[in-house]
């Protein structure tokens, strides 16, 4: 069981729209449509933003938004704010009632 | 509105066994469909699924630890806990608990554990 990689860092300007991607295998991304996405600040727990690939829970914004291909996921936020300056971890199931997640990405917001 | 707490030493010595409870309030560890889980995370990097205990009681753990982490569950006090077996400063990390189903949807605050001699 590996990590799934996603790239360590991505920036973008207030009002862009930035996307990070996270690869895994056909033992996890891409063999089950359970992967999600999760929003971490400095000092704090990780936060939910996107689960069963693409879905939101309530309460999080429509800026962002997931998707999969193949073995890869997507995470992508529209409309920059400082807000969402955090590190952002995917995590998929990966059979057997086990997890993995992503080894983080750090978003900068410029 | 669930509410998960862990608790335990934040301090454990090399080759001793790292004992963490998490209690759970605003809904029932025996509730149908869910897992109750452990995840950590090293200072500075990244999250790690450690293990997870079903609702039925049956228990899953990474491979990489398997052979040093035992989850249990304690339905009375709706509380369950962790325990990781000859720990090194490799595990010094925060621990968190938490709810899932196929996704971690809600998270204890976590709780910083050093492992120091």
């Known amino acids: 069981q590996s990590a799934l990689t996603q790239p360590a860092s991505v920036s973008g300007s207030p009002g862009q729209s930035i996307t990070i991607s996270c690869t895994g295998t056909?033992?996890?991304?891409?063999?089950?449509?359970?992967v999600s996405w999760y929003q971490q600040h400095p000092g704090k727990a990780p936060k939910l933003m996107i689960y069963?690939?693409?879905k939101r829970p309530s309460g999080v914004s429509n800026r962002f938004s997931g998707s999969k291909s193949g073995n890869t996921a997507s995470l992508t936020i529209s409309g920059l704010q400082a807000e969402d300056e955090a590190d952002y971890y995917c995590c998929s199931y990966a059979g057997s009632s086990t997890w993995v997640f992503g080894g983080g990405t750090k978003l900068t917001v410029l | 509105q669930l509410q998960l707490q862990e608790s335990g030493p934040g301090l454990v010595k090399p080759s001793e066994t790292l004992s963490l409870t998490c209690s759970v309030s605003?809904?029932?560890?025996?509730?149908?469909?869910?897992?109750w889980g452990w995840i950590r995370q090293p200072p500075g990097k990244g999250l790690e699924w450690i293990g997870s205990i079903f609702y039925s009681g049956s228990t899953y753990y990474n491979p990489s630890l398997k052979s040093r982490v035992t989850i249990s569950a304690d339905t009375s006090e709706n509380q369950f806990s962790l325990n990781l077996s000859s720990v090194t400063a490799a595990d010094t990390a925060v621990y968190y608990c938490?709810?899932?189903?196929?996704?971690?949807?809600?998270w204890g605050q976590g709780t910083l554990v050093t492992v120091f001699s």
């Open positions: 605003g809904g029932s560890i025996s509730a149908s469909g869910y897992y």
């Open positions: 056909s033992s996890d991304v891409g063999g089950y449509n359970y």
């Open positions: 069963d690939v693409s």
């Open positions: 938490a709810r899932l189903t196929n996704y971690f949807q809600d």
